[in-house]
């Protein structure tokens, strides 16, 4: 089957036969017959079936589930790193990830390099690192990252990849396919779809997400069974959704690089997109985030999310639901004036994550909202 369009069926339960995965709300299992499990903290049914079909969907040996995307983020590199590791990260990525390296894995004493946007692979090609960390998909500015570029000049140099792939999904893209070692999401996003649970999920080698599992458990990271269930729920329509957030995003898209209120579009399935070709090269679907500036101030921005009456002004992305925020008061408000403007973050720059709503009143509702603008 084609990459980017594979996905799993739920199958049953084999105890059972339940045609959904049972949610096992427990804490402990009865020795010597729940041996495997012991406590749930360490292992449960729901979320290990969670992590077969993370596993499944990225076509990687072994899948691991935690409690949110930054519980995947901090296990993994808590796992992999130590003192003195070389790690290179982008500017441009989600501001509190950003801040776990700069901060918090740089009082550990590791050495954390930062990538300007559009620099890292210019950067792995003059230095090696141990790890090498970055979004498929860039949070906010939507650069696209050639996996399998960078892949094949860490593989070179020895280097550890680690991709979140939150942006694209396994829909768009398989970065362990294109040469990655280990795939992280935010599964609170397009995974499970619906703005109703908090998750992270992971996949890769057996070999090393049996060491971030370890640590997973030691952290206590560990997903609830009952936010495992709905993020299962949500997988089982998650090709259909793509397909919609996909088709809907670039149309969207379109209109608003026509639309006189607007100052610019980032959006990788537009030719003006600085990794257009990129993203037309190794991208089945263009994903269903559009970032853009308005013609104004950062009241005229903060003032229009409030004027919408079919997007949704809040900080969050990838359901059902369209929504829209402000990245300088909201995800990158951790981040000083100056590296927001390194990255190209502007005080009047919002993101429009799209939904499944008829893309036709999706268009109005902008419409109407820029309108209003003066």
Request: glycine fraction near 8%.
């Amino acid at each position: 089957m084609r990459e980017g369009t594979k996905v799993t069926t739920e199958g049953y339960d084999e105890e059972t036969g339940a045609i959904t995965t049972p949610i096992y709300q427990t804490t402990s299992y009865i020795y010597p017959i729940g041996e495997k499990y012991r406590y749930s903290r360490e292992v449960n049914p729901t979320v290990l079936k969670l992590a077969e079909k993370i596993s499944e969907l990225e076509e990687a040996e072994m899948g691991v589930a935690f409690s949110s995307g930054m519980g995947a983020i901090s296990s993994t590199l808590l796992t992999l790193a130590k003192p003195g590791s070389k790690i290179l990260i982008h500017r441009d990525m989600f501001g509190r990830t950003y801040r776990f390296f700069t901060d918090f894995m740089r009082n550990l004493g590791v050495e954390v390099d930062v990538a300007n946007p559009g620099e890292i692979l210019e950067m792995v090609k003059v230095k090696k690192y141990d790890i090498v960390y970055v979004e498929t998909i860039s949070n906010p500015l939507l650069r696209v990252i050639d996996i399998p570029a960078l892949s094949k000049i860490c593989k070179e140099n020895g280097s550890l990849l680690i991709t979140d792939a939150t942006f694209s999904t396994p829909i768009n893209q398989k970065p362990l396919v294109q040469g990655a070692d280990i795939v992280l999401h935010s599964a609170s996003k397009f995974i499970a779809g619906h703005n109703d649970v908090i998750a992270g999920l992971g996949a890769g080698s057996k070999e090393l997400m049996t060491k971030v599992d370890l640590m997973r458990r030691t952290l206590g990271t560990s997903l609830d069974p009952h936010a495992a269930y709905l993020v299962i729920r949500g997988i089982k329509t998650l090709k259909i959704r793509m397909d919609v957030i996909n088709s809907n995003a670039q149309k969207i898209a379109e209109y608003l690089q026509e639309h006189n209120k607007i100052k610019s579009v980032y959006y990788p399935g537009l030719k003006s997109h600085p990794d257009y070709e990129t993203a037309r090269r190794i991208l089945k679907g263009y994903g269903g985030v559009v970032t853009f500036e308005i013609k104004g101030s950062m009241n005229d921005a903060l003032n229009l999310i409030t004027k919408f009456k079919v997007i949704l002004p809040a900080q969050t992305l990838g359901g059902v639901n369209s929504t829209i925020s402000h990245p300088a008061t909201m995800t990158h408000r951790t981040l000083t004036p100056e590296e927001r403007k390194i990255i190209g973050i502007s005080d009047s720059m919002l993101r429009l994550s799209v939904g499944i709503e008829d893309v036709n009143d999706l268009i109005e509702d902008l419409d109407k909202a820029l309108t209003s603008l003066n």
